[in-house]
């Protein structure tokens, strides 16, 4: 297994680190606990020569290592959806790696002491104003949690009784969570109100200034947080592949093969899996439909080499599970639509089951965040600069096309790319940021190491 990352990362749990419900070495499994006997190298592919069958990628270090395949399993997943809307690629933040987790949860807790610090009431209410755009469950979720972080730390200190807090979050569809059954979407929509958080459907931005948005009713917005949470694209190491993809995933047939290349197997956020459920349309991009597909590629790679038979992917989706912090949760298991307290315990045992490892730690962190509460420190130790948004490598236009077999992929069969470090743009950093950075983390305790790289 060649990842850019040394441990699998349970991204439903996400928003928790971001707002500190949960520490972020929870949600990172390790994967030499979880995958005994395999051989794990960490780096970031950027040669796949089909025609050759090989693969090559480039270590954290920069030192190179390169393989001979039989079988492919490309399981690169996604990246962010970056829009071209002036100033998001400098001054919002996305949402999708654990250090952007590490930096948000820095940052919301930096901003309430900056505006309780402040002598200038604009100033404290610019930094007591959180701005989220996309309301499906990962805007939706960072927003209903966000909102009640950043609330208790504003009752904690008396310079700031009379600033509001502000949550807007911001989205093109009609409703929150705009891809999901209606109740999930009605008891969101509640839970978000009751926290405050003002709902802006149909409506986005149309720049991003420093210290302010523009929304696209021509509202301006003084905010120093811009959180992007507009969805995601296929990685781009699956387009770069030239191989026939469907917005961006690579098209496999029901097996999870590739058309024409039956050593290239698909499955995930990055392939194009038709859904027998949905007349053949690709499945969503979801942990649900990636881990079954991970098991069936597993499979049907052992029939490819005569042990037990290949089969297709058949699943129904078995209900969503949306996190809204504390003892409020919207979940629909089975079809059957849940809210409050009974839908946080379905959700909990839900991401409790579906985890590879730590759930103990998980369990522990919810225990104590209900009992002794949550520890507001901000370090600073990831910085803006060290999360930015795949700027240099935006959605290619014809991305968001009914699904075509895109015709702009380039012919060769072998792909090069740069280390990800080398993508940093020049980005105003926040300027709160207090802390010198440094470019990785590394978390040790015990006989567990996870390291948060720079995504
Ligand atoms: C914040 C958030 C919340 C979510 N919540 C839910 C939820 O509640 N329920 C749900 O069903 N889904 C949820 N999802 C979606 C779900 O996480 C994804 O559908 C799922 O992770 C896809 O799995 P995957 O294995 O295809 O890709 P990923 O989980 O993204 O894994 C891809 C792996 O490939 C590695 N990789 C990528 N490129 C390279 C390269 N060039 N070289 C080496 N390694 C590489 C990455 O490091 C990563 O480890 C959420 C997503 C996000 C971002």
Redesign the pocket.
């Known amino acids: 297994m060649?990842?850019?990352?040394d441990h699998f990362?349970y991204?439903?749990l996400?928003?928790e680190v971001a707002v500190g419900t949960l520490e972020p070495r929870r949600i990172a499994v390790p994967l030499a606990d979880s995958l005994r006997g395999a051989d794990i190298r960490l780096?970031?592919?950027?040669q796949i020569d089909i025609d050759e069958r090989s693969i090559a990628?480039v270590d954290p270090d920069g030192g190179r290592g390169q393989v001979q395949y039989d079988r492919l399993v490309l399981?690169?997943?996604?990246t962010h959806k970056l829009l071209p809307i002036p100033g998001v690629a400098e001054y919002a933040h996305g949402?999708?790696s654990l250090p952007e987790a590490i930096y948000l949860r820095d940052h919301l807790v930096r901003q309430v002491e900056l505006a309780s610090a402040s002598m200038d009431p604009a100033e404290q209410r610019a930094r007591l104003t959180f701005v989220t755009v996309g309301a499906g469950?990962?805007g939706t979720e960072v927003a209903a949690q966000g909102a009640t972080l950043t609330s208790l730390l504003a009752e904690s200190r008396p310079t700031l009784r009379n600033i509001p807090v502000r949550w807007l979050l911001l989205d093109l569809a009609p409703r929150v969570l705009p891809e999901l059954d209606q109740a999930l979407s009605r008891t969101a929509t509640r839970v978000l109100r009751q926290r405050g958080v003002e709902i802006h459907t149909e409506q986005s931005l149309t720049e991003a200034m420093p210290g302010k948005v523009r929304l696209s009713t021509g509202e301006e917005v003084a905010a120093h947080t811009l959180i992007w949470c507009v969805g995601?694209r296929p990685?781009p190491?699956v387009a770069e592949l030239g191989l026939p993809t469907d917005k961006g995933r690579l098209i496999v047939g029901p097996d999870l093969g590739v058309p024409g290349h039956p050593e290239i197997i698909a499955?995930?956020?990055?392939a194009a899996v038709p859904d027998h459920t949905r007349g053949g349309a690709p499945t969503a991009?979801?942990?649900?439909h990636?881990t079954r597909q991970g098991r069936l590629a597993a499979r049907n790679i052992a029939a490819s080499f005569g042990y037990g038979r290949s089969s297709t992917y058949r699943h129904h989706d078995l209900g969503f599970?949306v996190e809204l912090g504390g003892a409020d949760a919207a979940a629909n298991p089975l079809g059957v639509p849940l809210s409050g307290f009974p839908a946080a315990i379905i959700t909990r045992s839900y991401h409790l089951l579906s985890m590879p490892g730590n759930r103990l730690r998980v369990a522990t962190d919810w225990v104590l965040d209900a009992t002794v509460g949550r520890q507001a420190t901000q370090f600073g130790i990831v910085r803006g600069e060290h999360v930015p948004l795949e700027a240099t490598r935006p959605a290619p236009p014809n991305e968001n096309a009914d699904p075509v077999t895109n015709p702009a992929q380039p012919s060769k069969r072998s792909i090069r790319r740069c280390d990800s470090s080398s993508h940093e743009t020049p980005r105003k950093p926040d300027s709160s940021g207090p802390v010198e950075g440094v470019p990785r983390l590394r978390f040790l305790r015990g006989r567990r190491a996870v390291q948060a790289g720079r995504p």
């Open positions: 060649i990842d850019q990352q990362l991204l439903p996400l928003p780096g970031s592919v950027d990628w399981a690169a997943g996604s949402f999708r469950y990962t995601v990685d190491l499955c995930g956020d990055a991009m979801t942990a649900q990636a599970v």
